[in-house]
């Protein structure tokens, strides 16, 4: 994983996928995660860009909170790569979310439990 610090110093030679945002327990500030694919100068096959793209979408329905949407971009990705831990907890999260809504205060970021 890379730190969201990590990230931008290197941003303009790195593809990443965002995996979440995080709050560390007993912190209030949020961080991003990120997960490496490879190099800006090497490219992706045309079926990891669909599943990129395809998280991605799931991504940004989820922080806007429409679950039902966010749930269907994150199946098509697990159809994919049926293996991909990130995009199994986001189906998760999901479909908590469809049914037991968060409240107004929510904004996107997951607070960790424990440190």
Not at 5 to 16: A, F, Q
Not at 37 to 63: C, E, H, P, W
Not at 76 to 93: C, F, G, M, S, Y
């Amino acid at each position: 994983f890379l730190s969201e610090s990590t990230y931008n110093l290197c941003r303009d030679r790195i593809v990443v996928r965002e995996l979440d945002q995080i709050r560390v327990k007993g912190k209030n500030q949020a961080v991003r995660i990120y997960e490496l694919i490879g190099k800006t100068d090497v490219s992706l096959s045309d079926n990891r860009k669909r599943f990129l793209d395809l998280y991605q979408a799931g991504r940004n329905a989820y922080i806007k909170r429409d679950f039902h949407q966010a749930l269907k971009y994150f199946i098509d990705a697990l159809e994919i790569q049926p293996n991909d831990r990130p995009v199994k907890t986001h189906i998760n999260r999901a479909k908590n979310y469809c049914d037991h809504p968060p409240d107004d205060s929510w904004d996107g970021v997951y607070t960790m439990t424990t440190k």
